[in-house]
């Protein structure tokens, strides 16, 4: 594992994955894992800084594991834990607030958005979100961090804690990590609403999550927004429509969207014949993970045993970091009780 180039990525337990998320990253974090290196955890520490009182935190955490390992994630060539597992990073944290600024935290973009969203809740937690996340990355000296757009400042924070360590102890202890963004090979993934990519917090009817039921799934994609149709030939599709087409380009054949898109050029598209043929090639793409959910689902004893595995390895990773931390401090090396 030496020279091996780490990779560290966390993901926020906040419900189930959608499109949006598997293409936006998942399945990138598959492609990541075939090199080895790769540490993906749940960041549940992280959600009490806007969820003081998580409603079943044990679930929640449980089901988002499920679905990342559905989609793809490997235990035997990834380490994938969960962050509560590994409290070395509470300590590698306290350190890294140490050496961080009011004046520098107050200006982090999603530390001003959400605590104008939770006005009576604006706590420690929040505002040093970025330190926890720099311990999160830095504690298994992570050279690369695959992350979206909106994480880019905290990243840049993370890089800014990681130079001050160093700088202040003398040291070029921590690797300075990088934000690894797949660019162009990124699909950019729609939601049903007509406008804008697929999200959560755009309401329910807007996303396709894996573990929708064939039903369900149907009734979203027939409902999605679309207009009264084209009224003159080759005319440019507006959003709401481009949507549907880029939809049909991850799951439909090609020669069948070829066929939509004629019928659009020449005016004879009819709207429910297209979301019929995007409905049922959206079930058939989301079939396999509906099974790999529902059999990892009844399975507690592999899921626990995921679990441990990935502990055990994150912490030996984590441990060493933060035994030698303290010893670049200048503490004394951890007292064990033989
Ligand atoms: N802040 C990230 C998000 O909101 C989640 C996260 C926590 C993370 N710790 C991390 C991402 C460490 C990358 C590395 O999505």
């Known amino acids: 594992m030496s020279n091996k180039e780490i990779v560290v990525s966390g993901i926020r337990p906040t419900g189930n994955l959608h499109l949006g ?3 936006g990253a998942v399945k990138n974090f598959v492609k990541m894992q075939e090199a080895g290196g790769c540490f993906f955890f749940i960041a549940d520490y992280h959600s009490l800084t806007t969820h003081p009182t998580p409603g079943d935190l044990q679930s929640n955490v449980k089901q988002v594991l499920i679905e990342y390992l559905a989609a793809g994630l490997d235990p ?3 380490t994938l834990y969960l962050q509560s597992d590994v409290p070395e990073t509470a300590e590698l944290y306290l350190f890294l607030n140490m050496n961080a600024y009011l004046g520098e935290l107050e200006r982090v973009t999603t530390f001003k958005d959400k605590a104008r969203k939770q006005p009576n809740n604006v706590n420690a937690g929040l505002l040093t979100y970025p330190t926890l996340m720099a311990a ?12 979206g757009k909106d994480q880019e400042q905290n990243l840049e924070m993370t890089r800014t804690f990681a130079r001050r360590f ?18 162009e090979q990124l699909v950019k993934i729609p939601g049903l609403d007509g406008s804008g990519k697929m999200g959560k917090s755009e309401g329910e009817g807007n996303a396709i999550f894996l573990n929708d039921d ?10 999605a927004v679309s207009d009264s149709g084209p009224t003159e030939m080759n005319q440019e599709k507006p959003e709401a429509i481009q949507n549907l087409f880029s939809l049909m ?14 019928q659009y050029n020449d005016c004879t598209i009819r709207y429910g014949d297209l979301k019929k043929q995007l409905a049922e090639d959206m079930i058939n793409f989301t079939e396999p993970f509906r099974e ?7 399975n507690d004893d592999y899921i626990k045993k995921v679990m441990n595995m990935g502990a055990e390895k994150a912490r030996e990773s984590a441990r060493k970091t933060v035994e030698e931390v303290r010893e670049i401090i200048g503490f004394r ?6």
């Not at 380009?249 to 004629?262: A, G, H, L, S």
């Not at 790999?292 to 009844?298: P, Q, T, V």
């Open 333 to 338: 090396k951890y007292y064990t009780v033989q």
């Open 21 to 23: 998320n598997y293409f």
């Open 249 to 262: 380009d991850i799951v439909t054949k090609p020669e069948i969207v070829e066929q939509f898109n004629t």
């Open 292 to 298: 790999k959910i529902a059999e990892l689902s009844s």
């Open 136 to 147: 999160d990355i830095i504690i298994h000296k992570a050279a690369k961090v695959p992350v």
């Open 76 to 78: 035997d060539k990834s």
């Open 166 to 183: 160093n700088h202040m102890y003398k040291t070029e202890y921590f690797p300075i990590p990088t934000a690894y963004n797949f660019g």
């Open 214 to 223: 064939p039903k369900k799934l149907r009734k979203k994609v027939m409902r």
